[in-house]
């Protein structure tokens, strides 16, 4: 039997806005579900999505996927990839899988709601597909870790993570909370589907496919491309739904929900992504710099793009450039230092010839963030170890929730952007984060940090034991260093040879 | 310094596929090249993914791919490899086209 061509059905199967007559549309479409822009039914029936799919395609096309990621797995599965990994490229699945997995469910939810209160059928349409997508990332990510969860226990916070209250999983569900699960069907596809899916997911499912196809982890590798390939199609969503705000009047209000996604998804790349890339995967196998990274994905392509569809560049476009250069070597510094509250052993990425690395892609390197570690590896040198490890708590950011930090060393601007409201002391990392909290206060007024929550006595005893029993983190399961500090033994070596020489 | 160099990389035009690799990011792009006679195609390997971009508007031909590929494909099957794309999307049955609407 002849089949029809798609573009000979699609606009009229989607076409499946109706006047309901039984209940008001505010009663079909409540606005905090919907999404209140004042805008009547028949002006997002206009929407048209750029990327169309059907169901049958869907399907065959998402067969196809899947028979090619799991026959990878399959034969790879006896290589033994994991066991003879190096520690630091084992910290990154870890901390992929342990940040990532379980909030695809989240992703689910945040496409469901799209799918059943979106005011635009094609957007309805296109969400339908895309929660499956969510569905099929949080089984996959859940399902490949879970083989080396028998030879390594921190591997089993790929699925333990989310329910936990780690610092760092606090950070995470506070911005995807703030973008996907709190947010009307407008907003998501604006915040989750543009901001966050046609930008920052290509980092960490593409950039760091690149980085995992040269450490030979090929499973990985095509795992997380093979997912991209769903955002790259779903990330539309949002596309269609600017273009029918801006034409109505509306682009502030969509221009301020990007701002606000782009910088969260910003702050928490940097603490995720930025280490993965520059400290953890072995000098050999970087394919660029976490910062290369992101002039090629967010600046380059995701900017581009947004600024073609008609918005601005975000207000603190200046600010955003400056903190590639700086903010993840402090996010590295922090989660290393406080290494026994995460989940993965951090790898310190700092002997010589990563130095060098570091000092060409970040140029004066060594004289800020190197100053910090001169220290620490003198400490490791010298047998201190009880100097390596933290006694108190960073302070964190009321917004990001991850330590406030700037450049130390020769270009020390650490600062706190404080803000009393409602007699209550906030404290942010960044200009913009205290901005994002002005955008709509109540919405994040009532959330405690993890330090909020430490001096309100909620974590007992109040010390480092305490600490990581609130965080879920059993024994067995602290970070510590990735290689053992067995790193530290160049510099023991350029010790003792310096030593000889000035004899 | 470092900054400016940032900066810069938002000033381009170039729009196409990042496919991942395979026989069908090499299909794509042979017919990348014949579907788009007047451009200069640029392809960045990068071992996981490829770029494979032209400036300002790139035009894919499910007949050209097929052809290029000795095998049946329809339009959609781009998707199993397309991991992601620089400019915006317009999808037929029988080519899909990236573009930009502005120039910088």
Known sequence: ?503 | MSTQKSAQAYHNNRVGPVMRAGDLAQAVIEAAKIDNPDKEIFVDDKRAYIRIHAEHEMILRQATIEEELGRPFRMNDLEVDLSSFAGQIESHDDSVRFYFTTKV
């Open chain 1, 1 to 503: 039997m002849a089949l029809l061509n798609r573009m000979e059905w699609y606009n009229l199967a989607r076409t499946t806005n109706w006047t309901p007559t039984y209940v008001t549309e505010d009663e079909l479409f409540p606005p905090s579900l919907s999404g209140d822009f004042d805008l009547p039914l028949t002006a997002w029936e206009v929407y048209d999505e750029p990327y169309k799919q059907t169901y049958p395609e869907y399907v065959k096309v998402q067969r196809e996927k899947d028979a090619g990621a799991y026959s990878v797995k399959a034969a790879l599965e006896r290589s033994r990839i994991f066991e003879n990994a190096d520690p630091g490229w084992k910290s990154v699945m870890k901390a992929h899988y342990g940040a990532i997995a379980r909030g695809e469910y989240a992703a689910a939810s945040a496409e469901a709601r799209m799918m059943r209160f979106s005011k635009a059928p094609g957007m309805r349409n296109m969400s339908t597909l895309g929660c499956m997508d969510e569905i099929r990332h949080g089984q996959m990510q859940l399902y490949f870790p879970h083989e080396h969860v028998s030879k390594d226990r921190q591997m089993d916070w790929a699925f333990k993570a989310y329910d936990t209250n780690e610092w760092a999983m606090i950070a995470a569900r506070h911005f995807f909370d703030d973008i996907m699960m709190t947010r009307d069907a407008i907003s998501v596809s604006i915040m989750l589907t543009f901001s966050f899916e046609t930008g920052f997911t290509n980092m960490q499912f593409l950039g760091l496919a690149a980085d995992a196809a040269e450490a030979g982890d090929h499973t990985f590798a095509n795992l997380i491309s093979s997912i991209q390939t769903d955002e790259s199609r779903h990330a539309q969503i949002g596309g269609p739904a600017l273009k029918i705000l801006i034409a109505n009047g509306k682009k502030a209000e969509a221009q301020k929900r990007v701002d606000i996604a782009l910088w969260g998804a910003w702050k928490l790349f940097s603490v995720l992504t930025g280490p993965i890339m520059d400290y953890y995967t072995p000098l050999e196998h970087r394919k660029q710099s976490f910062k290369e990274f992101m002039e090629e994905w967010i600046v380059a392509q995701f900017e581009r793009a947004l600024t073609d569809m008609g918005l601005d560049l975000p207000w603190y476009w200046d600010i955003f450039l400056q903190e590639l250069n700086d903010t993840h070597h402090g996010m590295h510094l922090g989660s290393y230092f406080w290494r026994p509250t995460v989940w993965w052993n951090p790898a310190a990425g700092v002997t010589p010839e990563e130095r060098a690395w570091l000092e060409e892609k970040y140029p004066g390197w060594n004289e800020t963030w190197g100053e910090c570690w001169d220290v620490f590896i003198d400490n490791v040198v010298d047998g201190n170890m009880e100097k390596t490890y933290p006694e108190t708590l960073p302070y964190v950011c009321n917004m990001c929730q991850l330590p406030i930090l700037g450049v130390p060393g020769k270009k020390w601007n650490v600062k706190d952007y404080p803000l009393d409201y409602n007699g209550r002391l906030y404290h942010f990392g960044s200009e913009v984060d205290r901005w994002c909290f002005q955008q709509d206060p109540e919405r994040y007024a009532g959330h405690m940090s993890i330090v909020d929550r430490f001096l309100a006595g909620m974590i007992q005893p109040m010390n480092l034991e305490g600490a990581l029993k609130y965080m879920n983190i059993a024994p067995g399961e602290c970070g510590d260093d990735a290689h053992n500090y067995a790193w530290a033994e160049t510099y023991r070596a350029l010790r003792e040879t310096r030593k000889a020489a000035n004899a």
